[in-house]
């Protein structure tokens, strides 16, 4: 059997979710993924359970908030006015707690543009959290590998 190695293509299908949270990712019943390990597809501490594991093996890990997306970083939170925010979002955007909004126009320290949860929300004010959903929090993570190359 072919095991996944650093760098192989694999189809699979995966679910991510926090242990008391609903799903974050799923695609069990669904199309299953297609990606690179390498790639910064998923996080390196997702890939590296990937590593060793043979074509058709199912497999189930819990990991640590450190471990997954790290902690959750308060310099991450920013406070911004909504109208600034507004230049970065389309027109009939209309924002809510809770919400996940991608603003165009800026990026990360990678270069992706930048997404954020809006965690509160005022008259004048938005507040955005630029952690990942799942920083600071356990991971689960189960995985059905159906191809390698």
Request: a negative charge; aromatic letters at 4%; glycine letters at 8%.
């Amino acid at each position: 059997m072919v095991s996944v190695r650093p760098d192989s293509l694999l189809t699979l299908h995966y679910r991510l979710s926090a242990p008391d949270g609903p799903d974050w990712v799923n695609t069990f019943g669904h199309r299953p993924a297609t990606l690179t390990l390498g790639a910064h597809q998923l996080a390196p501490a997702l890939e590296a359970c990937l590593l060793g594991l043979e074509e058709g093996a199912q497999a189930h890990f819990e990991l640590p908030p450190d471990t997954a997306f790290g902690t959750h970083d308060p310099a991450r939170v920013q406070r911004i006015s909504r109208a600034a925010l507004q230049n970065h979002l389309p027109d009939d955007v209309h924002i809510a707690v809770g919400d996940a909004v991608q603003l165009s126009g800026v990026t990360s320290a990678s270069g992706a543009s930048a997404a954020a949860t809006v965690t509160a929300v005022s008259d004048d004010m938005v507040e955005l959290d630029f952690n990942h959903p799942l920083a600071g929090k356990p991971v689960v993570f189960d995985v059905h590998i159906l191809g390698v190359l």
